[in-house]
């Protein structure tokens, strides 16, 4: 199968029917084999109803639906799980992706062999103050700080070869780092192709500014995860021995103090009554409770939960 195309949705019924007719279109003009995954992050309008109408008329049309909104990572660590196509497209229900940009992005990965491809909407029309400004200020936190080199880290137009999709874990918020992901599991060629943004047609965006603010700290997140995940000890444990080292020595300096001030006969205080004592214990104090938590986070990666992401209520055509 040439083309996986994966669109998680939150009550998009309005745009559909649209949706599905332009991809269909784009398919049959490029004569691909494909499959496309609608994965409903548990809409409350009639989204699901018009994915299963698809999945009767047309056998390769396939669909999720969650038993509750969990989350946009959660729909694609979903999709990602079902794909079985050579090429997996992700791209957002709202119609602001356009999908003639398929055939672009699927020459990109199987001829230019790129492992993922990301979309770069230059042109946007959105708010330059409630999302322009804001998005280029992510996207230049997330650059720095990933060194993965993309201007444009939200778009939700991507291709990746099958092989990166089953080779990353996606949680939590973590759908605009996927990018980052595939790099920290080894997928080295990632590109980049600029896209048409088109203004959204129907409905309202369903995220606000905070997105921006859980975004960073999604960032602050993956770096620690890309770092340290899966040697904890070796931050923690090193601030923990270094902390505790230093207040040992303050407190041995202070204690070393007074007993010099006792044998030659000078005025000296209680020891309880310097304040450098109370710093050299709190820091000793919070130098074991560090060392103690890289040594909780080694066992914790060794007994990962199994707890469920998210919860599928119905599928259809899998």
Same mark, same amino acid.
């Given at each position: 199968?040439?083309?996986?195309?994966?669109?998680?949705?939150?009550?998009?019924?309005?745009?559909?029917?649209?949706?599905?007719?332009?991809?269909?279109?784009?398919?049959?003009?490029?004569?691909?084999?494909?499959?496309?995954?609608?994965?409903?992050?548990?809409?409350?309008?009639?989204?699901?109803?018009?994915?299963?109408?698809?999945?009767?008329?047309?056998?390769?049309?396939?669909?999720?639906?969650?038993?509750?909104?969990?989350? +946009?990572?959660?729909?694609?660590?979903? @999709?990602?799980?079902?794909?079985?196509?050579?090429?997996?497209?992700?791209?957002?229900?709202?119609?602001?992706?356009?999908?003639?940009?398929?055939?672009?992005?699927?020459?990109?990965?199987?001829?230019?062999?790129?492992?993922?491809?990301?979309?770069?909407?230059? +042109?946007?029309?959105?708010?330059?103050?409630?999302?322009?400004?804001?998005?280029?200020?992510?996207?230049?936190?997330?650059?720095?700080?990933?060194?993965?080199?993309?201007?444009?880290?939200?778009?939700?137009?991507?291709?990746?070869?099958?092989?990166?999709?089953?080779?990353? !874990?996606?949680?939590?918020?973590?759908?605009?780092?996927?990018?980052?992901?595939?790099?920290?599991?080894?997928?080295?060629?990632?590109? !980049?192709?600029?896209?048409?943004?088109?203004?959204? +047609?129907?409905?309202?965006?369903? *995220? @606000?500014?905070?997105? *921006?603010?859980?975004?960073?700290?999604?960032?602050?997140?993956?770096?620690?995860?890309?770092?340290?995940? +899966?040697?904890?000890?070796?931050?923690?444990?090193?601030?923990?021995?270094?902390?505790?080292?230093?207040? *040992?020595?303050?407190?041995? $300096?202070? @204690?070393?103090?007074?007993? $010099?001030?006792?044998?030659?006969?000078?005025?000296?205080?209680?020891?309880?009554?310097?304040?450098?004592?109370?710093?050299?214990?709190?820091?000793?104090?919070?130098?074991?409770?560090?060392?103690?938590?890289?040594?909780?986070?080694?066992?914790?990666?060794?007994?990962?939960?199994?707890?469920?992401? $998210?919860?599928?209520?119905?599928?259809?055509?899998?």
């Amino acid at each position: 199968m040439n083309l996986s195309i994966l669109i998680p949705l939150l009550n998009e019924e309005e745009s559909l029917k649209e949706l599905y007719t332009w991809i269909i279109k784009v398919m049959q003009s490029n004569n691909y084999s494909y499959e496309i995954i609608f994965v409903d992050d548990g809409s409350t309008d009639n989204s699901w109803q018009i994915i299963e109408g698809f999945s009767n008329e047309n056998p390769n049309v396939k669909g999720i639906r969650f038993m509750k909104n969990f989350g +946009k990572s959660q729909a694609l660590h979903a @999709g990602f799980a079902k794909a079985k196509g050579d090429v997996i497209i992700t791209m957002d229900a709202d119609l602001q992706d356009s999908p003639d940009e398929i055939p672009e992005l699927y020459e990109m990965i199987i001829t230019q062999k790129f492992d993922l491809v990301s979309g770069w909407k230059k +042109k946007r029309y959105d708010s330059v103050v409630a999302k322009n400004l804001p998005s280029k200020l992510f996207n230049w936190a997330a650059r720095k700080t990933s060194g993965v080199e993309l201007n444009d880290f939200n778009c939700g137009l991507k291709a990746y070869k099958n092989v990166v999709v089953k080779n990353i !874990e996606v949680s939590g918020e973590m759908h605009r780092y996927i990018p980052v992901l595939a790099k920290n599991a080894g997928f080295a060629k990632i590109g !980049e192709k600029v896209v048409i943004h088109q203004a959204r +047609k129907y409905g309202e965006t369903k *995220f @606000g500014m905070e997105r *921006f603010i859980n975004g960073f700290l999604d960032l602050i997140t993956i770096w620690f995860l890309s770092r340290f995940g +899966k040697r904890p000890m070796h931050l923690f444990g090193a601030m923990g021995s270094v902390m505790f080292i230093i207040g *040992f020595l303050a407190a041995g $300096y202070i @204690g070393v103090s007074k007993l $010099y001030h006792m044998y030659t006969g000078m005025k000296y205080t209680l020891v309880t009554n310097n304040p450098w004592f109370y710093i050299a214990l709190t820091t000793m104090i919070l130098g074991t409770q560090l060392f103690l938590a890289g040594f909780l986070g080694e066992i914790i990666l060794r007994t990962k939960s199994n707890e469920a992401r $998210y919860k599928v209520a119905r599928e259809v055509n899998f």
